[in-house]
T-cell receptor, first 113, second 113 residues
Framework: DTGVSQDPRHKITKRGQNVTFRCDPI?????LYWYRQTLGQGPEFLTYFQNEAQLEKSRLLSDRFSAERPKGSFSTLEIQRTEQGDSAMYLC???????????FGPGTRLTVL | KNEVEQSPQNLTAQEGEFITINCSYS?????LHWLQQHPGGGIVSLFMLSSGKKKHGRLIATINIQEKHSSLHITASHPRDSAVYICAVRPPDSGGGADGLTFGKGTHLIIQP
């Protein structure tokens, strides 16, 4: 499968725990995006990378959220000290440079109890 | 920040009807995307537009840059078209600045047999 993959697909955690999600973009796509989608809403932009450089992170929801893409390939999104309000679908997308279309992964659904 | 409004929020129609979903935005863009999201979260890109009109099968998308408005049309609608349709806009090319999409809340379409 050559699409964007995300792992895990579902995550249930207790409030206060840390969680980490992984995104593997389409091979050789150098742009990678993270979005969050809450129930009944459209996705909202969190952050994006061009290769290993994080070019926009001001939209991350709080300092509990961080993202990395250390080798310019896969990326991780970490949420520390999770809160019930963090329950949402976390979506990853990738695109090749100079091409606007973004290709979305299946998402990771987080439930914080 | 761009405000993206979609209408209607919910639409139920009979199989075979011609469907129109509208999207308006408040600030200039470099591209507009129409996306389809099925239950379970997966998002598929249908169209990316910066001007004019595009057609793919029974789907047609148009954009009027001056009026900051786009429409998605479905001809000869079918129950398998039932999904959430989301409009998203990309900011003008800022040379590496905020590049993430801004999304509408989506239109929930149900096509009844």
């Amino acid at each position: 499968d050559t699409g964007v993959s995300q792992d895990p697909r579902h995550k249930i955690t207790k409030r206060g725990q840390n969680v980490t999600f992984r995104c593997d973009p389409i091979s050789e796509h150098n742009r990678l995006y993270w979005y969050r989608q809450t129930l009944g809403q459209g996705p909202e932009f969190l952050t994006y990378f061009q290769n290993e450089a994080q070019l926009e992170k001001s939209r991350l929801l709080s300092d509990r959220f961080s993202a990395e893409r250390p080798k310019g390939s896969f990326s991780t999104l970490e949420i520390q000290r999770t809160e019930q309000g963090d329950s949402a679908m976390y979506l990853c997308a990738s695109s090749p440079q100079g091409y606007n279309e973004q290709f979305f992964g299946p998402g990771t659904r987080l439930t914080v109890l | 920040k761009n405000e993206v409004e979609q209408s209607p929020q919910n639409l139920t129609a009979q199989e075979g009807e011609f469907i129109t979903i509208n999207c308006s935005y408040s600030v200039g863009i470099s591209a507009l995307h129409w996306l389809q999201q099925h239950p379970g979260g997966g998002i598929v890109s249908l169209f990316m537009l910066s001007s004019g009109k595009k057609k793919h099968g029974r789907l047609i998308a148009t954009i009027n840059i001056q009026e900051k408005h786009s429409s998605l049309h479905i001809t000869a609608s079918h129950p398998r078209d039932s999904a959430v349709y989301i409009c998203a806009v990309r900011p003008p090319d800022s040379g590496g600045g905020a590049d993430g999409l801004t999304f509408g809340k989506g239109t929930h379409l149900i096509i009844q047999p």
